[in-house]
């Protein structure tokens, strides 16, 4: 699988993808790319990073475009994202594709774990169902590491835009998800053009197929997996419970030791009742 032109083109499902970049190293041109190519939905662009004016000259000249200032909101959060977004699926009648530019500037004065829940709730297909894809672009330069790692697990489609030498000439990391959980890696360089395109400079490099990498290890103050001589002694380990699951002669012998409660006259056990 192309993973680059099924992110462009949008020729493979991916509900929400994250574009990773720097201020040496802006991914908006993916964001042109990407409107160029979703003609037959509307599309959505909160703007958090700049004005509406700037991102009109950003973007290709399209009929289906709407622009939605979030940069006057965001120093008020008058409106949260999911508000914004509620807002826009209320009102179209068409399938929807969602831009957020920039993830990041909303973190900024928002705490992460509401913008995590957030965005948890607007790429659930239950509640949005019009909403085909969100691209979402963060800032590595800005955003902690570790919240960049929390939202790479919720996204099935991650883009990494790396600086060169040249500041025209970038390298691309791809990743996608598969449903059988492994996923599909490609790397390219290529350079970027002064109208937002992408021309490749070296042919793209075969996909490479890896398995699930599992859960991060450095996104807890402490230990998420186990060493081998850990999980060895965790298999050599027999719990209490399992005892009385080993075969014996006694069969299912019940052995009781009275207390100094118990009342052992067996000539009228109901005595103590007073009746």
């Not at 020729?11 to 993916?30: H, M, P």
């Not at 691209?135 to 955003?143: E, I, L, P, Y």
Request: net charge negative; glycine share 2%; proline share 4%.
């Amino acid at each position: 699988m192309n993973v680059y032109d099924s992110v462009v083109r949008g020729t493979q499902a991916s509900r929400l993808i994250l574009i990773e970049d720097s201020f040496l190293a802006k991914g908006q041109f993916l964001l042109h790319l990407i409107s160029a190519n979703r003609k037959s939905y509307d599309i959505h662009v909160l703007c958090y990073k700049n004005l509406v004016s700037k991102y009109q000259t950003l973007f290709p000249s399209l009929s289906n475009i709407q622009y939605h200032d979030c940069l006057i909101n965001i120093s008020s959060l008058n409106l949260s994202m999911y508000e914004i977004v509620s807002c826009i699926v209320e009102k179209s009648t068409r399938k929807i594709v969602i831009l957020i530019d920039s993830l990041s500037m909303y973190l900024l004065l928002t705490g992460f774990r509401k913008v995590y829940k957030e965005l948890l709730d607007i790429t659930s297909s239950d509640k949005f169902p019009k909403v085909v894809q969100f691209v979402v672009v963060v800032h590595k330069d800005v955003t902690e590491v570790n919240q960049i790692e929390h939202l790479k697990n919720i996204c099935k489609t991650h883009v990494c835009v790396q600086s060169t030498n040249n500041p025209l000439i970038l390298n691309l990391t791809l990743e996608h998800k598969r449903s059988n959980g492994k996923c599909v890696v490609q790397k390219l360089k290529g350079e970027l053009k002064s109208d937002s395109t992408f021309k490749l400079i070296n042919d793209l490099s075969p996909p490479k197929i890896e398995e699930d990498k599992g859960i991060p290890t450095n996104l807890a103050s402490f230990k998420l997996d186990l060493q081998d001589s850990e999980k060895k002694a965790k298999e050599e380990l027999i719990l209490p419970y399992t005892l009385v699951q080993i075969p014996s002669n006694t069969g299912g012998m019940i052995h009781y030791v009275p207390d100094e409660a118990d009342d052992w006259d067996e000539e009228d056990p109901d005595d103590d009742l007073e009746i």
